[in-house]
């Protein structure tokens, strides 16, 4: 199948658990991949392994801590710069700490990787995104966004306290909440973006958190996904013909599911953003957009 022959897709995290999967099964429909990861050995090993196998269009590796903001901008521009034209990112890299943690611009770990790093990405890579269009943008959401009932906005580095599952969950209502204004932004402009939960799914998330948490991982795994079946939702929002022209939404197991109260607060995401802007330094550069409905 060469669904996405042609195609140009951008995918973070790809190097392990549901973003290989997903870079496997895009680059199996024939999309010439743009791998964004971490570490450079485990890049280039997944982009053997993909160029392996008889067919296969090229892929390209780009190397970025996406805690660290200056590395994300490095990517984005070496990204424009190999990609005259982007279809499809899917805002995949994810992180789970179990202690508070800074990240060297001095903001909290989990909500840096699993938010600000989507949120920076996605607006340094838009234009291409909109130049390209039809093109769509897919972020890796969870069901555990209902652990919390908002955003913290008075505590967003959670430095009164600190409990993994709120953190998290803060930081997963926050990738619904971009989903949404997001999508408000982009009506009419042929670029979609839409948020999924895969489900539990058996891969190295958490892994970070020491040897007990390896170990509990370990012996929950058999309950888990797989990635492959993980990876199904990513997907399907980035290639289905069922799926064209639809914006703004949430999916589980591949079928459009509603999100909590807090993840469809229009005032909040717009808080959200906001935010997001002075947090990334983009606060500057949307202030000099002058055309109505500009980003």
């Given at each position: 199948m060469n669904a996405l022959?042609?195609?140009?897709?951008?995918v973070t995290g790809a190097t392990s658990g549901i973003?290989?999967?997903?870079?496997?099964?895009?680059?199996?429909?024939?999309?010439?991949?743009?791998?964004?990861?971490?570490?450079?050995?485990?890049?280039?090993?997944?982009?053997?392994?993909?160029?392996?196998?008889?067919g296969c269009a090229p892929v390209r590796v780009f190397v970025a801590d996406l805690a660290v903001q200056s590395?994300?901008?490095?990517?984005?521009?070496?990204?424009?710069?190999a990609y005259p034209r982007i279809q499809l990112l899917v805002n995949n890299a994810g992180l789970v700490n179990l202690q508070h943690s800074v990240t060297p611009d001095g903001i909290e770990a989990v909500f840096a990787v699993n938010h600000l790093a989507y949120f920076l990405l996605?607006?340094?890579?838009?234009?291409?995104?909109?130049?390209?269009?039809?093109?769509?943008i897919v972020n890796v959401a969870s069901h555990a966004h209902k652990f919390v009932s908002g955003i913290a906005f008075d505590d967003l580095g959670h430095e009164r306290s600190y409990s993994w599952t709120r953190v998290y969950g803060q930081s997963k209502l926050a990738n619904l909440l971009f989903t949404r204004e997001l999508a408000r932004r982009l009506e009419g402009s042929g670029v979609t973006v839409n948020a999924l939960h895969p489900g539990a799914v058996a891969t190295g998330l958490g892994r970070n958190n020491g040897g007990w948490a390896r170990a509990l991982i370990g012996l929950l795994a058999p309950f888990f996904r797989t990635p492959e079946k993980g990876a199904a939702t990513s997907i399907y929002l980035a290639s289905s013909p069922a799926v064209e022209g639809i914006s703004g939404r949430y999916f589980a197991s591949c079928?459009?599911?509603?999100?909590?109260?807090?993840?469809?607060?229009?005032?909040?995401?717009?808080?959200?953003?906001?935010?997001?802007?002075?947090?990334?330094?983009?606060?500057?550069?949307?202030?000099?957009?002058?055309?109505?409905?500009?980003?």
């Open positions: 022959r042609g195609k140009i897709c951008v973003g290989r999967a997903t870079a496997e099964a895009l680059s199996g429909m024939g999309a010439e991949l743009g791998i964004v990861c971490r570490d450079r050995a485990r890049g280039e090993e997944l982009r053997a392994a993909l160029l392996s196998r008889p590395q994300i901008r490095h990517a984005a521009a070496e990204i424009l710069a996605t607006l340094l890579l838009l234009d291409r995104l909109r130049e390209s269009a039809p093109a769509r079928r459009e599911v509603q999100p909590s109260a807090a993840a469809r607060d229009d005032a909040a995401a717009r808080r959200l953003w906001a935010l997001s802007e002075e947090m990334t330094g983009l606060a500057a550069a949307s202030s000099t957009r002058a055309a109505p409905g500009a980003l």
